[in-house]
């Protein structure tokens, strides 16, 4: 349960004083929702108004403090004209400009003959110098309510930096003084500042540098974020590890007999993914690793070899696909070599029948069966198996780690390995699998041609259609992808279905449409379609990105390319290039793109790497970019920076693994401390995974 002390920074947004649900709906679209949110917001720039100056002598295009006389009120003939009040300071005059002014007001704002301190930016106009409307006019005694540094947040239209500032002011004057989490002797190190202090210092900025991220509250917060993440991470791993492990070794008859009717080697990098997962799960403690590897670098087999010898080792196994196409891929994938090995394999899905589904559990449960792959089915409770032995998870990144754990928990000491094809640059591995191992699988299979990509204007759509149209007369297959379209849910399935129109138009019914609103049985049928040859054409929003394998599709087109990641492009390019026909990739990017748009387009045209791509993605558009996508389902940060921080992450992940060596279920004297920042970072399900205490 979240300790109460949090409870203010987890209220609407509308619990702040001044905030009506009509603001809450423009602090939406920041991802402002809540207090916390609020606090997270953090100011990406600051306005210096420290600097005063004599009329004399003050310079144009900046913003300074003034000590002004009020001379005159020049109110304007007509509504049009701007209401000008003369000033002085006995070195020169100025105007302050308002334009719609309201006289009563101005007139008590600025009274003629006192003297007032305002602050705002000056312009020369002519000769003249001007100010049009002053952010701050003040009594002199009121010096104080002009701040000497005043933050800059993101903001968005129709929310003013005074509203935000306002309600920044409101959040951190609602949060709470929280327990030290952090380690006295780091603090120390790096000067930071107690977690209030730090909100204090960077909301309200006492010096220039608070923008900085190496700024100490800066990196204070930074790393108070990073070391949630990473003891998150960490609870989650222990859990795991808690479960005694047992060493499962086999004799190598089934691997032999099922890899002996594939028509190829392993590659040097299979093997060599492989011989470190017979090595962990020959070991007593349970295994949790992750392969990594491109797009048709070859994992299945390598999940095969390791389920097969589950099975020698008299256990079973089990592979969990994030989708019914894939599972049933995979299932009809490996059939023949179960088969080969005399091994029993099964599929299970939310569709299996009824009574399909009953005497496959009875079997399961009974041990007849060896080998399982499915759906998330697969993880629901009435699911038994005899002696789970080895777990496989296919595209790890579709799934929660909860989810990785029910499956690691339907059996007593359960090796768990999972796949991904998201090629996620080395320095951020350490964010999203934290530190678990990891295989890479970086060598192609022999004899791949690569993919023909290019770069093309979306002006030359027509010539496009043109060459669908001729592949599609080969008797080749097409895809075409339409962006997710960010800012409008549902926008994106317009798009697609716009463009399935026009297609169709031209190509009659040989064109399918495959997007997220389809119910499941229609997706499956889309796809089965397009699989069997039925279809030739299939306009898709990005549901075909994972794994789907249909090897005489040999065209993949995608529409405003620049809207994508690059690893999500090259993943969606990893669809065609699987048979052994020639395949090209065309990237319709909009007439109109930025130089660093054309920049991460042309890594793709050159590489077919996926490591290389994610790095250059990385080095093009920054860590936030890369990991904020939110097709790629990996965490984000709001106050770590991992350019900026990388170092403390690497920190963050030894501080966590020393905590919980020291005291594994967070009982110890900091424990409390621990607890409320991995709730003050929402991190609530690695909390569940504690003893309670
Ligand atoms: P992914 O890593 O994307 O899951 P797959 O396991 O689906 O890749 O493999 C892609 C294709 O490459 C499959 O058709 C598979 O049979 C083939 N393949 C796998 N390993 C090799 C190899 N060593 N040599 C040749 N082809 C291979
Ligand atoms: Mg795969």
Same mark, same amino acid.
């Given at each position: ?166 309600? +920044?002011? $409101?959040? @951190? *004057?609602?949060?709470?003084? &929280?327990?030290?989490? !952090?380690?006295? /002797? #780091? %603090?120390?190190? =790096? ?25 100490? +509250?800066? $990196?204070? @917060? *930074?790393?108070?974020?990073? &070391?949630?993440?990473? !003891?998150?991470? /960490? #609870? %989650?791993?222990? =859990? ?42 020959? /070991? ?47 299932? /009809? ?361």
């Amino acid at each position: 349960m979240r300790p109460q002390s949090l409870f203010p920074l987890f209220a609407e947004i509308t619990s702040l004083s001044g905030i009506g649900p009509r603001l809450a709906k423009l602090f939406a679209r920041l991802e402002v929702e809540r207090v916390v949110d609020l606090l997270w917001h953090l100011p990406s720039g600051l306005v210096d108004r420290r600097a005063a100056f004599a009329l004399a002598d003050v310079p144009a295009d900046r913003v300074v403090r003034l000590t002004l006389r009020v001379v005159d009120h020049q109110v304007p003939a007509n509504r049009r004209a701007p209401y000008r009040v003369l000033c002085e300071d006995g070195t020169g005059r100025i105007a302050l400009v308002f334009f719609n002014g309201r006289e009563d007001y101005l007139r008590r704002l600025l009274p003629v003959g006192h003297t007032r301190l305002v602050s705002g930016r000056v312009e020369l106009f002519g000769e003249r110098l001007q100010m049009a409307h002053p952010d701050y006019v003040v009594a002199e005694d009121e010096a104080h309510l002009i701040p000497a540094l005043e933050p800059v947040y993101p903001l968005t239209e129709g929310l003013s930096g005074k509203v935000v500032r306002k309600a +920044a002011a $409101a959040a @951190l *004057a609602k949060a709470p003084d &929280l327990p030290e989490w !952090l380690d006295p /002797a #780091l %603090v120390a190190e =790096r000067h930071w500042p107690a977690w209030h202090a730090a909100l204090d210092a960077v909301h309200r900025p006492s010096e220039a540098q608070a923008v900085e991220p190496d700024h100490p +509250a800066r $990196a204070r @917060l *930074a790393y108070d974020e990073l &070391l949630a993440n990473q !003891l998150a991470l /960490a #609870l %989650v791993r222990q =859990r795991a590890r808690r479960r005694k492990g047992r060493a499962l070794t086999g004799d190598g008859r089934l691997v032999a007999a099922a890899l002996g009717c594939l028509p190829f080697d392993l590659t040097g990098d299979q093997r060599a993914a492989v011989d470190q997962i017979l090595a962990d799960m020959g /070991a007593d403690d349970a295994m949790l690793r992750l392969v990594q590897g491109d797009v048709g670098s070859g994992k299945t087999v390598v999940a095969l070899v390791a389920m097969l010898t589950a099975v020698e080792a008299g256990t079973q196994a089990a592979m969990l696909a994030p989708t019914e196409i894939l599972a049933r891929q995979h299932a /009809a994938g490996l059939a023949p070599l179960a088969q080969a090995a005399g091994v029993r394999l099964a599929v299970l899905t939310g569709r299996t029948p009824k009574g399909e589904r009953a005497r496959l559990l009875a079997d399961l449960a009974a041990g007849g069966i060896h080998l399982l792959v499915g759906t998330h089915a697969v993880i629901e409770e009435a699911i038994q198996f005899k002696d789970l032995g080895l777990a496989v998870i296919d595209e790890q990144h579709r799934f929660g780690v909860f989810q990785r754990l029910a499956l690691s928990g339907k059996g007593r000491a359960v090796d768990t390995l999972v796949m991904t094809a998201t090629p996620i640059p080395r320095t951020l591995t350490l964010t999203v699998y934290g530190d678990m191992e990891v295989s890479r699988i970086q060598e192609k299979p022999p004899g791949r041609q690569p993919v023909d990509t290019r770069v093309v204007s979306l002006a030359r759509l027509d010539a496009v259609v043109d060459a669908v149209g001729r592949a599609i007369a080969q008797g080749e297959q097409v895809y075409w992808v339409c962006p997710l379209v960010e800012e409008a849910e549902g926008l994106d399935v317009t798009a697609a279905a716009d463009r399935h129109r026009d297609l169709a138009a031209r190509f009659g019914d040989r064109v399918g449409l495959l997007h997220g609103q389809l119910k499941g049985a229609e997706k499956e049928a889309a796809m089965a379609a397009f699989a069997d040859g039925t279809t030739r054409l299939l306009v898709a929003t990005t549901v075909i990105e994972v794994g789907v394998d249909v090897p005489n599709a040999t065209v993949m087109v995608i529409e405003h390319a620049e809207r994508f990641g690059l690893a999500q492009l090259h993943q969606l390019r990893g669809r065609v290039g699987r048979g052994d026909k020639a395949s090209r990739c065309l990237l319709l990017r909009a007439e109109r793109v930025s130089e660093t748009a054309r920049a991460r387009l042309d890594v793709l045209r050159r590489s077919d790497d996926g490591f290389l791509i994610a790095e250059e993605d990385l080095r093009l558009r920054g860590a936030g970019e890369v990991l904020g996508t939110r097709q790629t389902g990996l965490p984000q940060f709001r106050l770590a920076d991992l350019e900026a921080h990388g170092e403390l992450m690497a920190r963050a992940r030894d501080e966590a693994r020393l905590i919980l060596a020291r005291d594994a279920e967070l009982q110890g004297p900091r424990s409390a401390a621990l607890r409320t920042l991995l709730y003050l970072f929402e991190r609530d399900a690695a909390v569940r995974t504690l003893r309670s205490g």
